[in-house]
């Protein structure tokens, strides 16, 4: 994992689910941060409701 990916993963941990109150990445809602050499970031994740 590059520096800009663990800064990445470290920015998710912030972003709390409104309905459980828990961290996305606690969640285990992000599977996968890659960051290219021109800094475009792709997150592999999926969402806690269908709609």
Known sequence: MTP???Q???ALTAV???ELNVSIVDLGLIYEV???EQGCCRIK???T???
Request: overall charge negative; hydrophobic content about 45%; proline content about 11%.
């Open 4 to 6: 800009v990916e663990q």
């Open 8 to 10: 990445v993963w470290d």
């Open 16 to 18: 709390i689910d409104p």
């Open 34 to 36: 890659v960051v290219d």
């Open 45 to 47: 994740m999926s969402l």
């Open 49 to 51: 409701t269908p709609g």
